[in-house]
Each structure stands twice: as structure tokens, then as C-alpha cells.
């Protein structure tokens, strides 16, 4: 989604917001602007396609003396990627520029009143009516927050925005509605983002506003009112990933470096939730015994990756816990009216912590009386703040768009909550028995992560199929619909995930000579049906790549080339392993076809909008 920074301080802005857009571009664009204090005026500079566009465009940022300015990268949404539709769009008279992430669901009708009294848009944005409201208002009023509030009032939709007033040099606002952003001052300069990648070069100390605060930065110091326009006061929130974490570091691509970090996120995360012996009795403080302990029902809400987290954590939880549990689209459940128990615990599992439909899950739940817990990777996020408690996973920053060591840090982290809920019911065996093998998960995954090399060798045999399939049964479906995401997502190929024994219902028709088909065989006692379903696919041609648990007595005619062995501690936590191996397979044909992995047509990191 759109990215927004902004910087006011005493040494030139445009370079330090082009750097800033930089740091945001995981998010993913097709256009991009900035926005300066400049000549006692404000310009704007916007261009299409990346950022190089716009870098050369300003010389990156070097025509500019201005120390106050805006930026954004536009992922489009109302009108086609364009230099009119890119941000910031400017008031009528130009004594407004706004850069906006969200989308404002009114605007037509606010475009029509704004039409009627004279107003002429430049753009097919939504956006642009935000700076023309912004700007009539402040011929009312006189005064740039109340003019800030009055137009926000009127809009409906999400937002983030940040706002430049030419007759206020030296200032930047920024308000907040369902859309996320961070703010800090420190030492010579405050600033704003979307997201703390762009302000870890200069602090680690942020805040988040609330929803409708507006926040005013000046060089020397950042104030914070709320609606009725009277100040607010917010301790900083401590980031705990340094610059490092948000950098390639010398890999080919973010998502190479992160499924590399795989072990180390799901070893922070289990240590963060469990104590010195590895028991996970409050999940590292993040919840109450008693309130595990009454569970009737689990919910597991989340959107892509978190929800097929949810999908696998199902598989577990109802085999171990013997209660309803369900998984749910967030962006489904939100619209249906899903019964759940009075005891029912919903888990909103989100990287981001911002995902619209999610957080739109979290409340409604909320809103129903449920008792809602987050599994989330970014401290201080909307997700996060709005659940009732919290599980962090310690995954870092993750840049890549597609979701790799974070999923995997959510799984164990709702491996942990499912021990911990054992325990807290007395069922203090399976507890142990769960927890140790989760605590296996980070060595195994260093043994996938090790065959690198391997997988993406085979993978790159793959690279001129159209079709890939994958199947699998119980735990392995739910990795299969992981590892046929991924392969969607970079390399743009079609994928399905298919429960192994429902093939023959109906895909198997489509399996034609050489058709990929990555079967996943980790679970013991269901191995014998997986297979025969494999060897349906194979008889009709398809070429058969089998993840397979290390030990898993395969037919002797499958070639060797074609199998990976995975180290698999117990059955009931093998997608940890499995997906990594799939992860792989789909980087290399990525990579195999020359794709860029990080940043995949069409796709944003963080979706914030419906
Ligand atoms: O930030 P979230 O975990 O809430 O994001 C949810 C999905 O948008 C995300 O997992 C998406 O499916 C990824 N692109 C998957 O790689």
C-alpha cells in the first residue's frame, strides 16, 4: 500500500525523503512524489514507475534547499499510475499539499460540492479532494488544526495523512483513521512514516497516534491534540529492530535474507514466549492462565499467510485440545455473522498489525463480546493495540512482500498458545510434548535453510511451467496452500493447494504430461493415501516433487532429483519445516526466470484498505 514520509529539520529534506520512500518501496508502488517548503512556497516533484524515476527527476533531491517536505509512493487505486494521480496533490491555490494513504470512500460527493463552489481537480484520485477540503476550511477558520479536523470529519474511508501549509514553513501535520503511522523527534529533525524502516536511521524512539489525534512536527518539537483540539501526551515506544535488520546485507533479494532468517526468528519468538525451560505457562506475560484455561472454542482470523497460520494451527489445535476450532478469512468473517461460543478465544494473526479486514475482524469480534488475542509482529500497531492482549513474534523487520520468516514465527508462536492452553486445562504431558517439539523447529528449519543451494536448483528445472499443484493431507494441506502462494506470488505462475484426496474429484483433469505436482508427506499416518494420490498425478505424467520428513520410505522409482527431505520433530508442527522448503522452491523459480522477489507486480506488504 501507499508509503508516507515526511521530514522538517535543518538540513535538505528532498534527499532524506527519497531515502525514506527507499526504505518504504517493500510496500509496494507504481508512482511516487515529494512535497517542499521552498522559495516561500510549496513545490512538488512526481513521477511514474520507481523511484529511480523521481531521484532523477530531482537529482535525487538536489535542486531542493528546503528542510521541510513530504513524500510518498503510490500503490494506485482511484486512477491509473500517472504523474497527475501521484501524490502530493495540492489545494487549488497551492497552499496545501497532502500525501494520503487509504481511501476515501465519499469522495465523489465531496468532489461534487467542492465542483459547485469553483473547484477544479487535476487528478482521478480520491486523494485530492482531502487538500481542497483542507483548504477551504482553513479560509474559515484561520488555523491549520482546526481546518485539519473539520475536513477529516468529513471524510469517510481510511486515511493517513501528511500535510504541508505554505503559510506555515518549517511545519508538517499529520493525522491518522484506520491507516498506519509513526512519528518521532529527535535530535535536530522530526518525522513521520508509514512504517519504522524509514525512521531507523535516526531513532528508535516513536509514537503512534491515535486515531483522529493530529500531530504537528517542527524541527524542535512534536505536539499532539486530540479531536477537542487539547494536547495529548504519548511516551515513546521503544523499536527494538536497528537499521541493520531493514538492510540486504549482501543477498541477492530481502525474501533470499529472510527465509535465511527463519531460525533466528522462530528461536527470538519462542524465547520471547516461553521461560528458562522452555515452558510456555503465560506466553512470556502475554496472557492470563485463568482466561486459557476457560477456552471452549478457538477463531483463528487472519488474511493470506496469517490465515493459512490459522489453517495449520487448526489441524493441531483440534487434534490436541479436543474443542471447536475454526479458521476464517478476516476479510470473510468481518461480513458474516459466524456464531462463536461465549468462551470462544479469537486469534488475530497479522504481521503488519495493520491489515484493514483483520483489524475490521478484531473489532467486530470485540464488539460481540469476544475476548480477542493478537499474534503480531510489530509492536505498537493497530492489531496490537486493539486485541485485548498480545503474542509478539520476534521475526525483524520483514521487507520482502511475501511473508516468509514471519509466517513461520507465527506458527510457532500459535504452536506455543495451543501448548499453553493444554497446560492450563492440566494436560501438563502434551504440553511438554508440544513444547519440545516446537523448540526442534528452529534447528530443523537451519537444516532446510542449509539445502538451499539444493532446492533452488531444483527449482529452476521448474521454471518454464504454467501450472503447479500442490497436495497434500491434514497439517501437509495446510503448508501446501502456503507453498502454492508463494510460488503465486513471485513468479506470477498459477498455483493451487489441494487436499491430497480431493483431487480426484475434479483437478486431476487437469494434470497433463510434465505438470509439476509438490506433494508434502510429513504425516505418518495418513503418508500411504498421500501417496497413492501422488502416484494417480504421475501415472497421467505429472513430474512429482515430493517434501517428504527425513525417514519417510518413498517408492523406489522417484527420482532422486526430484525429492527433498525435510527433519520433521513431530507431525503436528511440520509446516514450520515443510514451507521453508517451499519458500525455496518458489525463490528459485523466481529467480530462475529473473523476477524480482521482493516486490512482485501488484502486490502491497501491508494492506491497509478493503
Ligand atoms: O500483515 P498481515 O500478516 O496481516 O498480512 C496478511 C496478508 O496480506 C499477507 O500474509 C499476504 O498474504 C502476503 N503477501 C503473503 O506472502
Not at 471524510?155 to 505554505?166: D, E, M, N, P
Not at 485463568?290 to 477456552?295: D, F, H, K, V
Not at 520476534?394 to 521487507?399: H, L, Q, Y
Request: charged fraction near 25%.
Amino acid at each position: 500500500m501507499c508509503g508516507i514520509v515526511g521530514y522538517t529539520g535543518f538540513e535538505a529534506a528532498a534527499p532524506r525523503l527519497l531515502d525514506g520512500l527507499e526504505k518504504l518501496a517493500y510496500r509496494g508502488y507504481d508512482s511516487a512524489g515529494i512535497a517542499l517548503h521552498e522559495r516561500g512556497g510549496l513545490v512538488t516533484a512526481r513521477a511514474v514507475g520507481k523511484l529511480g524515476e523521481l531521484i532523477g527527476l530531482t537529482r535525487g533531491g538536489s535542486i531542493y534547499r528546503g528542510t521541510c517536505g513530504i513524500g510518498h509512493t503510490r500503490w494506485a487505486t482511484h486512477g491509473a499510475p500517472a504523474a497527475r494521480n501521484a501524490h502530493p496533490h495540492l489545494s487549488q491555490d497551492g497552499g496545501v499539499a497532502v500525501v494520503h494513504n487509504g481511501i476515501i470512500e465519499n469522495y465523489r460527493i465531496l468532489k461534487a460540492e467542492l465542483e459547485a463552489e469553483g473547484a477544479v481537480f487535476s487528478s482521478e484520485t480520491d486523494s485530492e479532494v482531502i487538500p481542497f477540503l483542507i483548504a477551504k476550511y482553513l479560509k474559515q477558520t484561520g488555523e491549520p488544526e482546526e481546518a485539519i479536523r473539520r475536513a477529516t470529519a468529513r471524510l469517510v474511508g481510511a486515511y493517513a495523512l501528511g500535510i504541508l501549509f505554505s503559510e506555515y514553513p518549517g511545519r508538517i501535520y499529520a493525522v491518522r483513521y484506520q491507516s498506519p503511522l509513526v512519528a518521532a523527534h529527535c535530535e535536530g529533525c522530526s518525522l513521520i512514516a508509514s512504517d519504522v524502516p524509514a525512521l531507523l536511521e535516526y531513532t528508535r524512539q516513536v509514537i503512534y497516534p491515535a486515531e483522529g489525534e493530529v500531530v504537528c512536527l517542527t524541527p524542535d518539537a512534536m505536539t499532539v491534540t486530540n479531536a477537542d483540539g487539547k494536547a495529548v501526551r504519548h511516551l515513546p515506544h521503544t523499536v527494538e529492530w536497528d537499521s541493520a535488520a531493514a538492510r540486504k546485507d549482501g543477498y541477492s533479494s530481502f525474501m533470499e535474507k529472510e527465509i535465511r532468517e527463519v531460525p533466528r526468528a522462530m528461536e527470538q519468538t519462542i524465547r520471547s514466549l516461553t521461560d528458562g525451560e522452555g515452558r510456555c505457562t503465560d506466553l512470556g506475560g502475554g496472557i492470563d492462565p485463568a482466561r486459557l484455561r476457560e477456552t471452549e472454542e478457538l477463531c483463528f482470523l487472519g488474511c493470506g499467510s496469517a490465515y493459512h497460520v490459522g489453517v495449520a494451527a487448526q489441524y493441531c489445535a483440534e487434534k490436541l485440545l479436543g474443542i471447536p476450532v475454526r479458521t476464517e478469512p478476516a476479510s470473510e468473517f468481518r461480513y458474516r455473522r459466524v456464531p462463536l461460543a461465549k468462551n470462544c478465544l479469537a486469534v488475530a494473526v497479522s504481521q503488519s498489525g495493520e491489515t484493514a479486514d483483520t483489524l475490521a475482524a478484531v473489532r467486530e469480534s470485540r464488539r460481540r463480546g469476544i475476548y480477542v488475542l493478537g499474534v503480531v509482529n510489530v509492536v505498537g500497531s493497530a492489531i496490537a493495540r486493539e486485541t485485548d492482549a498480545v503474542l509478539y513474534t520476534r521475526a525483524g523487520p520483514e521487507i520482502a512482500v511475501a511473508t516468509t520468516k514471519a509466517y513461520c514465527a507465527q506458527l510457532c508462536a500459535v504452536y506455543l498458545l495451543i501448548a499453553a492452553i493444554l497446560r492450563a486445562k492440566g494436560n501438563e504431558e502434551e504440553a511438554r510434548r508440544l513444547e519440545r517439539a516446537v523448540a526442534a523447529l528452529p534447528e530443523c528449519a537451519a537444516a532446510v535453510v542449509g539445502r538451499a543451494e539444493k532446492i533452488m536448483t531444483l527449482a529452476s528445472s521448474l521454471s518454464g511451467a504454467r501450472d503447479a499443484f500442490f497436495i497434500g493431507r491434514g497439517a501437509d494441506y495446510a503448508a501446501c496452500m502456503e507453498g502454492s502462494l508463494k510460488l503465486k506470488e513471485i513468479t506470477y505462475s498459477h498455483a493451487e493447494a489441494y487436499a491430497a484426496g480431493e483431487l480426484k474429484h475434479g483437478t486431476i483433469s487437469l494434470i497433463e504430461e510434465g505438470v509439476p505436482v509438490v506433494a508434502v508427506l510429513t504425516q505418518p499416518h495418513i503418508l500411504a493415501k498421500t501417496l497413492s494420490g501422488a502416484e494417480e498425478v504421475r501415472a497421467r505424467g505429472a513430474r512429482v516433487i515430493a517434501i517428504a520428513g527425513e525417514g519417510v520410505a518413498l517408492p523406489e522409482d522417484f527420482a532422486d532429483r526430484d525429492v527433498i527431505s525435510v527433519p520433521v520433530p513431530d507431525p503436528d508442527v511440520s509446516p514450520a519445516v515443510s514451507t521453508v522448503a517451499m519458500q525455496l522452491l518458489a525463490l528459485g523459480v523466481c529467480r530462475a526466470r529473473a523476477l524480482d522477489p521482493d516486490q512482485p507486480r501488484n502486490l502491497a506488504k501491508s494492506v491497509t484498505v478493503e
